[in-house]
């Protein structure tokens, strides 16, 4: 958590307070051992008797954390990191035990900020009904501001994450034969994954084989067995102490074709440049044109070129800002963890992976995976 940044940015803003409903910011501010496990729950229910508030005062590093009863006695070792209170869930509104404890530190007429796309409106309603004096302002952009330039501490977690990912897949594609299905080789990187501490995304997290490496997103399919001369390609979310890895893998059954190892060689080399082409100043929108670029030139396409991403920043959510799209200006800064993801469509060959944004260049940070050639199994 970067106080400095939040605090700045909020004088800037004129908040004299900002309270917190989604469950990445709360973690992010208060590494609340629980809010990860609600995020579905804050999330797709709004308007819950049982949510966790996060308040934060301008200039103060200790925020204070509202919580239910249920989340009280887990929450209490967080005792020196930030205030605590819980209320009765299913018995006491949130929204009003929120408005108490704002009127209790006297910011009952004052500039207060809301995530206003994780609270519902009749919340919203309900809060301004119970503090009708307060001025409130919206701070999506404020977090994804604060967010986007990683810690060091940050850092080390993305780090770790994408390494125990990849030590899962190195683990996964040795145990890899002839013969099983699709669904055995998906699930059993997802066994290694837990194994070592990770939890994976089921929703975002896929394994192909063969021809239909080429639809994006699909569930693996149980009736496909891998054959000598499948292609396999993973695409994985995966999070470990509450930070998200992204990476996608590929590898070949037995000895690669010649047009296997020189479409992998033409991603490889696009792959290579993209992440060259990064460094602090430049814009979202220049990776992406440079990327399609160096595509073009290849003699490669990317699917949906007007709409589709080269690659996004990461953190406690798999997706944040600034997402790697054509009509995103946002700019590139130093310190912050871009995942890069130029894909050759016709086959749909993936090579997925971090990069640390430095002072003059991008670094690889997802290199326990050797990628420079095909994995062969």
């Not at 704002?102 to 919203?124: D, P, Q, R, W």
């Not at 977090?143 to 994450?161: A, G």
């Not at 992440?275 to 430049?282: A, L, M, V």
Request: proline share 3%; glycine share 4%.
């Amino acid at each position: 958590m970067d106080h400095y940044r939040i605090n700045n940015l909020m004088d800037k803003a004129k908040l004299d307070v900002i309270v917190l409903f989604s469950a990445e910011n709360i973690f992010y501010l208060t590494q609340s051992p629980t809010v990860l496990r609600l995020k579905d729950f804050q999330q797709t229910r709004p308007n819950s008797s049982r949510l966790i508030i996060t308040i934060k005062e301008k200039n103060k590093n200790e925020s204070i954390l509202l919580v239910p009863e249920f989340d009280y006695k887990e929450n209490k070792r967080l005792s020196n990191k930030v205030k605590l209170f819980s209320y009765k869930q299913y018995f006491m509104n949130p929204i009003l035990f929120l408005a108490k404890i704002l009127k209790s530190m006297a910011f009952a007429n004052k500039k207060i900020g809301l995530e206003m796309s994780s609270l519902s409106t009749n919340y919203f309603l309900l809060l301004k009904e119970y503090l009708p004096l307060s001025d409130f302002y919206d701070i999506k952009n404020i977090m994804e501001e604060v967010r986007s330039i990683k810690t060091d501490e940050e850092i080390r977690k993305i780090k770790n994450t994408v390494n125990l990912m990849d030590k899962a897949f190195l683990k996964s594609f040795k145990e890899t034969k002839v013969g099983d299905s699709e669904f055995s080789v998906h699930n059993n990187i997802i066994r290694n994954l837990y194994d070592l501490g990770c939890i994976p995304d089921y929703s975002s997290s896929k394994t192909h084989i063969g021809k239909i490496m080429k639809e994006v997103h699909k569930k693996p399919r149980s009736n496909k067995k891998i054959k000598i001369g499948d292609l396999i390609r993973t695409d994985f979310s995966a999070s470990f102490n509450g930070y998200v890895g992204n990476l996608s893998r590929m590898a070949v059954v037995g000895k690669p074709s010649k047009n296997q190892i020189n479409k992998y060689k033409i991603l490889k080399s696009v792959h290579k440049k993209t992440i060259e082409f990064i460094k602090p100043g430049i814009k979202a929108s220049d990776i992406w044109e440079y990327s399609h670029k160096m595509m073009k030139l290849a003699g490669v396409y990317h699917p949906i070129p007007e709409g589709t991403m080269i690659g996004h920043s990461i953190g406690v959510n798999v997706h944040e800002e600034p997402m790697i799209l054509k009509n995103n200006h946002k700019l590139i800064k130093e310190n912050m963890i871009i995942v890069i993801e130029p894909v050759i469509c016709k086959e749909f060959f993936q090579i997925q992976d971090h990069i640390l944004v430095q002072k003059n260049n991008s670094i690889l940070i997802s290199k326990k995976f050797k990628t420079n050639q095909l994995y062969i199994i």
